[in-house]
């Protein structure tokens, strides 16, 4: 589906007062001496993979819901990042998981992500389900599990998700495992740790110099006493004993209630440890909302701490990889993905506009007000405008979803995939 030139049609409705409000946002700016070109640079700069699992209605063990015109194949799945790449022009990757997406014509699919402006960034591995064709089961782990057969399959097929990743062209294999055990007794945790390290270190050894390995945690669920991998402190120890290709993936669900993640992301990048970011919303746990739904102030503090070490020549951190791991149960996939990259991307801008000169010294002073007051102020700077802008100069919509709702994209999609299909995945 091209929409190029109705973009354009649909972005002259919105320009009157888009010149409005981004004439104001400017002026605001200049007047502190921020270069407001600079910024809306550095917005069209930013990208966020999109998951290839998260283009269908995803559901709770309770039900699924699903809206009509989801995507068949992963041929599909990449039609549908492209329009919103098209949309939003800041979308320009995919984040794949195997098995669901295993890429049959590679060549042919290199072809239509090119067709689309797309690249894969990362694959996912899978070891938290059965597979109908799978010798032994994951029921007590995969990589820690006490049976040596079970963790060679669980090894070999991650080792077969990097093969498919090559394929693709993709560099970034993220693991995060489900092993843990659900009762007192059940699981020693100092051999568990010791065969998870062993088992990723194998697959590490598979893994081609230029690629990462991103190790993601998680506090709890689907195991509820203990996790193997529950904290960023056990993600960066797996990483240490690994080597300097293996780094900490923060998804920003997988806290308990009320951690302080920037504090977290910004000990990760002082480290030079910090691989890549999973955004979504969340109220008590894994809850794969919308990004920026629930606590928009701590998304911005994230991103305070983010942008601080990105601009700090002295920290050694590798680039972030960003992407999105959301499910949606009752909006239209599409338009919650469009929702969380508009809230990264107005987030992510007030975080360009801290003056970290003014910030710095107020620290150096103990001044907690002056401190504070300056984040609050950034925070309730209206940053839609610079984004909206960002995307005008990238080809894309101001309005991205009141694009799609008024081309009628979903009905179209329905008309031609079906109300009843529906797109593998959570
Ligand atoms: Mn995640």
């Known amino acids: 589906m091209d929409i190029f030139n109705q973009i354009e049609e649909q972005n002259q409705k919105h320009q009157a007062s888009h010149a409005f409000q981004f004439q104001y946002i400017a002026e605001l700016l200049n007047r502190k001496g921020i270069d407001v070109q600079g910024v809306v640079d550095k917005i069209k700069a930013f990208q966020i993979a999109i998951p290839s699992w998260a283009l269908g209605t995803g559901g709770t063990r309770f039900g699924r819901f699903p809206g009509g015109g989801e995507p068949r194949n992963l041929e599909e799945k990449i039609e549908d990042i492209g329009l919103l790449h098209q949309l939003n022009r800041s979308s320009d990757s995919i984040s794949l998981h195997i098995p669901w997406d295993i890429p049959k014509d590679p060549i042919a699919l290199k072809q239509l992500l ?7 960034d990362s694959v996912n591995s899978n070891t938290f389900q059965d597979q109908p064709d799978q010798a032994l089961s994951y029921k007590f782990g995969s990589l820690c599990h006490t049976d040596a057969r079970v963790r060679q399959q669980a090894i070999d097929h991650n080792i ?10 993709s560099k970034v294999l993220t693991v995060w495992l489900a092993d843990g055990s659900n009762f007192p007794g059940q699981q020693h945790f100092r051999r568990a740790w010791q065969r998870t390290a062993d088992s990723l270190g194998s697959i590490y050894q598979a893994m081609p110099e230029d690629w990462t390995m991103l190790i993601e945690y998680k506090p709890y669920e689907p195991n509820f006493y203990s996790m193997v991998i529950p904290d960023w402190g056990t993600s960066y120890s797996l990483c240490q ?7 900490v993936l923060v998804d920003l669900g997988h806290h308990l209630p009320n951690t302080n993640i920037e ?5 990760l990048m002082h480290f030079g440890r910090l691989g890549g970011f999973h955004f979504n919303g969340s109220m008590y746990g894994d ?9 928009p102030y701590q998304f911005f503090l994230i991103f305070n701490e983010l942008v601080d070490a990105m601009n700090d020549p002295t920290v050694k951190n590798p680039p972030l990889a960003w992407m999105i791991d959301a499910s949606h149960n009752s909006k239209d996939p599409l338009e919650d993905l469009m929702q969380s990259v508009q809230n990264i991307l107005t987030t992510y801008a007030k975080a360009l506009l801290v003056d970290r000169v003014v910030l710095s010294a107020a620290q150096d002073n103990n001044d907690v007000l002056a401190a504070e007051e300056l984040l ?13 802008e960002a995307a005008r100069q990238a080809g894309g919509a101001m309005e991205p979803i009141a694009v799609f709702r008024s081309l ?5 999609l329905i008309e031609k995939r079906g109300q009843k299909s529906i797109a593998t995945g959570l």
């Not at 090119?114 to 894969?120: E, F, R, V």
């Not at 004993?241 to 780094?247: F, R």
């Not at 809850?287 to 606590?295: M, P, V």
């Open 287 to 295: 809850d794969d909302l919308t990004t920026g739904s629930i606590k």
């Open 241 to 247: 004993h690994l080597g300097k290709n293996a780094q």
């Open 263 to 267: 504090q977290i992301v910004a000990r």
């Open 114 to 120: 090119q067709a689309n402006g797309l690249s894969i």
């Open 160 to 169: 077969a998700c990097i093969q498919h990743g090559q394929a693709l062209d």
């Open 376 to 388: 609050r102020d950034v925070f309730a700077t209206d940053t839609r405008a610079l984004v909206a």
């Open 408 to 412: 009628g994209i979903r009905e179209k």
